[in-house]
């Protein structure tokens, strides 16, 4: 089963609301990362958080840590036409270099 | 930087065919990651290596995979004989210790 699991899948909201994702996973991790990938593209990395972070912020992103609940959000804030794209977030297990990657988060902005 | 370059960007092949997608990573990174993506499994990890060596296998679907990196700018993504299954998009990533990695912007292969 995957480690890192998105939810909801797909969210469509209004230019200029807020956009929340969430994301659960299994095991001990030394970090959570999140990415965007725009139709077509590769992925792109938007913010790291370390385990012993709660809180991260980059721009209008923000990202918290729960390490007793296994989980994680991304919030992004004032969103654009252009923030249209899948997220994803995923694990970096303790004592490994590969990363985990849940299914993603399909957001869509209307303008 | 030009970032993670990968070739070719499409490949249409036809099953029993050879195919040989390539991947030169960022200048100075240590590790180089291959990875497919599709619609039911969504993105796997197929193989990483740490400076050239492989260190995790344990996602290369069966034999008819191979992965190589030869040296510290290129690594090559094997499928011999393809067929119609293998069809997904395949990315190539690189990262320098940290975790964080960067993608290239992947080979559609499509196998008939």
């Known amino acids: 089963s995957q480690q890192g699991e998105e939810d909801p899948q797909a969210l469509s909201i209004q230019e200029g609301e807020n956009a929340t994702m969430n994301c659960s996973y299994k095991t001990s991790i030394n970090n959570l990362q999140w990415y965007r990938q725009n139709s077509g593209r590769g992925l792109v990395h938007l913010i790291l958080?370390?385990?012993?972070?709660r809180e991260k912020h980059s721009g209008r992103l923000r990202v918290t840590l729960d390490t007793s609940k296994k989980s994680s959000s991304l919030l992004i804030t004032a969103s654009r036409a252009a923030d249209t794209a899948s997220y994803f977030c995923a694990t970096a297990l303790q004592g490994a270099q590969k990363l985990v990657f849940g299914q993603g988060t399909r957001l869509t902005i209307n303008p | 930087d030009a970032g993670v370059i990968q070739s070719p960007r499409h490949e249409v092949t036809e099953m029993g065919q050879e195919v040989t997608l390539r991947c030169k990573p960022i200048s100075g990174h240590d590790y180089l990651f291959w990875y497919r993506q599709t619609m039911m499994r969504g993105l796997e990890l197929l193989i990483y290596?740490?400076?050239?060596?492989?260190?995790?296998d344990s996602g290369m679907p069966e034999d008819r995979f191979s992965a190589k990196m030869p040296n510290a700018s290129f690594s090559t993504l094997k499928i011999q004989p393809s067929e119609p299954r293998d069809s997904a998009v395949y990315f190539c990533?690189?990262?320098?210790?940290?975790?964080?990695?960067?993608f290239g912007p992947g080979t559609r292969l499509t196998v008939l």
């Open positions: 290596f740490n400076n050239n060596v492989p260190i995790d």
């Open positions: 990533a690189s990262s320098f210790v940290g975790n964080t990695q960067y």
């Open positions: 958080i370390r385990s012993n972070e």
